[in-house]
């Protein structure tokens, strides 16, 4: 044993993922959905800051049929953890070492105009495959980003399916505006993206798998569903939309939360934390908290952050450290090192939501979320029980079998 197992128990900050949240989220999108449409869910970027192999696992387990990330590298860490879901890769491929990765792990790319089909249909070549590589054409009807344009939809599909050692797997676009309360972008990419597919038709092919929609899509017309939908942010509990909220009852999965480390009191006149932005108005016992903007709270929610503490919300203080917070805990005068902060999830009646912290800073959701994939160790629960930590985790509620579990990671880790 070295020293990375001693303070398990003391863990400063950890992520806490809520698999059977994430369930009950992929069953509310499920019942919106025809029974023939299928769900592709988007685990890029390590699953929005979940931890892409534990959410991806949980939602092929609920019945998601096919999974989306951005890049290779993102894909082969979900095929070397055993899972074998069609895996569409949403971003450009543009190299022959690319698609040599693509074939060897077998995953899927998304082509986005003739010279990229060109050059993955002669990569393949070389390769000597047992079958054609599946591909995923994209037609960009308003969003401006990836594909061809919907005008030359015709000549596009027909170019690809000309290619030797491609088959075209689907075609899809993406939506600019779905979660926007005006429909009249979201309905002209509809149209586009619907004379695309009639002008193939038209021309003589038999349609592949078609998808256009994105968490709001969803959320706003089943026009817009087709036989595979690709929802993101609300399979991790969040709505792209004040105004879509009453379409789905979500559950948030992520939880953030980090301990008190020190605690102190300081008098009226004493400046916090760097740059001294706040100074003590009067006596205040104050708390610091193992966590800071290395671990993904924004800094510039500096003086501004709530969290909660034994149900209740409390003030942080001064500027984020990349480590470190400061609170108020002048309200809480027995307060302990060692007692846990929820700094994003639900202490007992306050919930602190991703959307509150994107409302404080203008931002968005899917950002905030981002922010957790680097430094935190992730627990992952399902009901009553602990499913997988990925490093020293801390005990959490109800989380009965945790010791063990961490125990055996920590050995297997250690024994490597
Ligand atoms: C092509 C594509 N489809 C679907 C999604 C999922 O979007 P959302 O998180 O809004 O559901 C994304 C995310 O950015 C995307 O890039």
């Not at 599909?157 to 600019?176: N, R, T, W």
């Amino acid at each position: 044993m070295d020293d990375r197992s001693i303070d398990w128990e003391q863990q400063r900050a950890w992520v806490e993922i809520d698999l059977s949240a994430l369930a009950h989220n992929v069953r509310q999108i499920k019942s919106l959905l025809a029974p023939h449409t299928k769900v592709m869910a988007v685990v890029k970027a390590d699953a929005y800051g979940h931890g892409a192999i534990e959410i991806a696992r949980t939602v092929v387990a609920t019945g998601v049929e096919w999974l989306a990330v951005a890049t290779v590298t993102e894909g082969i860490e979900l095929r070397a953890a055993g899972i074998v879901a069609p895996m569409l890769i949403l971003g450009a491929v543009n190299s022959d070492v690319q698609v040599q990765a693509i074939a060897k792990w077998g995953l899927q790319p998304t082509i986005g105009n003739i010279a990229q089909a060109t050059l993955i249909s002669k990569a393949v070549a070389t390769l000597q495959l047992n079958e054609p590589l599946t591909v995923h054409l994209k037609l960009d009807t308003g969003m401006s980003r990836l594909g061809t344009n919907w005008q030359q939809a015709v000549a596009f599909f027909s170019e690809v399916k000309s290619l030797p050692y491609l088959q075209i797997g689907s075609l899809y676009s993406h939506l600019a505006t779905a979660d926007e309360l005006d429909p009249t972008v979201m309905e002209m990419q509809l149209d586009r993206f619907q004379q695309a597919i009639a002008a193939i038709s038209a021309a003589g092919h038999s349609l592949p798998l078609l998808h256009l929609a994105n968490s709001a899509g969803i959320l706003v017309s089943d026009r817009l569903h087709y036989q595979l939908v690709r929802p993101g942010l609300i399979l991790y509990g969040l709505c792209p939309a004040p105004h879509l909220h009453s379409s789905i009852d979500l559950q948030p999965v992520l939880s953030v939360r980090a301990r008190i480390t020190q605690i102190k009191d300081i008098v009226a006149g004493t400046g916090v934390s760097y740059g001294y932005r706040f100074i003590a108005d009067r006596d205040l016992r104050i708390a610091v908290v193992g966590i800071g903007y290395a671990d993904g709270i924004p800094r510039r929610l500096s003086d501004r952050l709530q969290v909660a503490i034994r149900g209740q919300l409390v003030a942080q203080i001064g500027s984020i450290t990349m480590d470190q917070i400061m609170l108020d805990v002048s309200q809480i005068p027995d307060l302990q090192v060692g007692e846990i902060v929820t700094i994003l999830g639900r202490d007992e009646s306050v919930q602190i939501t991703a959307d509150d912290w994107a409302d404080e800073l203008g931002t968005i959701s899917w950002e905030i979320l981002c922010g957790f994939k680097h430094r935190l160790p992730r627990i992952s629960s399902s009901g009553n029980s602990c499913i997988a930590a990925t490093t020293n985790p801390p005990s959490i509620k109800n989380c009965k079998r945790w010791r063990s579990w961490v125990k055996e990671i920590v050995y297997m880790y250690l024994s490597k």
